[in-house]
């Protein structure tokens, strides 16, 4: 089983060649891996360049942001299954192997979410964040969250799904999970630790800024659920 991985790099120097090793030092032969920069200035690409001959792609065209950088990247992949991480954070060793294994065994599951520790910028460990069982209801209100560097889905799936919803400049792979539901993708929540989500000035700064647009997302997402016939329950 063939996995495509997707990273999305914009500035991020201090800590992409940890990103980077994360995914090709993998103990798991079928790893595609695709990072996408579309124009930093920081040593990234130096960076990126060092570890060329472990990447199967490199794109460094321009995007319209992070959902359009993600669709480019997966424009490219060619595995069975697909996850995507962010150029901050990290998969911890064996996560991919223990995807594919429950992959294997469960082939009407089209989307895996485990757990995530977050942890600092020289990588400590401040706490345990867990993905939950998703409903319609629960993502709504937020209370339903699967954390994002653990969840992996099926290349049909993602398809089925549109890709991701460049106009999305808040929450676009919330709304990709969403869109996957209600397309009909089955969940299912893993019960092992497969990432970690970095806590550092630059994401708490964003968290800061996707507050305030919070209110606006719920009520789109509301919208988009009655708009596609079904009901939230």
């Not at 595995?79 to 009407?108: Q, W």
């Not at 993708?185 to 800061?208: G, K, N, P, W």
């Amino acid at each position: 089983m063939k996995f495509s991985i997707v990273t999305i790099s914009y500035n991020q120097a201090e800590f992409l060649e940890r990103a980077i090793l994360s995914v090709v030092d993998q103990d798991y032969g079928e790893i595609e891996y695709i990072v996408v920069d579309p124009g930093s200035t920081d040593g990234s690409r130096e960076i990126i360049e060092r570890y060329r001959d472990r990447i199967a792609k490199i794109i460094y065209d321009p995007d319209q942001g992070p959902a359009d950088g993600l669709n480019k990247g997966f424009d490219f992949a060619t595995g069975e299954v697909y996850g995507f991480l962010n150029s901050d954070d990290t998969l911890l060793p064996g996560a991919i192997r223990k995807v594919a294994e429950f992959f294997m065994l469960h082939t009407d599951i089209g989307l895996v979410s485990g757990h995530t520790y977050i942890t600092d910028k020289d990588d400590n460990v401040l706490r345990k964040s867990y993905s939950e069982k998703f409903s319609l209801r629960r993502y709504a209100y937020g209370a339903s969250v699967l954390m994002q560097a653990s969840t992996f889905f099926r290349a049909g799936e993602f398809k089925k799904a549109g890709g991701f919803n460049v106009a999305n400049r808040t929450n676009w792979d919330g709304e990709l999970f969403l869109d996957m539901w209600l397309n009909g993708t089955r969940f299912y929540v893993l019960d092992e630790f497969l990432s970690c989500y970095r806590l550092q000035v630059e994401s708490i700064t964003a968290s800061m800024k996707l507050d305030e647009n919070i209110k606006k997302y719920r009520e789109y997402v509301f919208k988009k659920n009655h708009g596609s016939g079904s009901t939230i329950l």
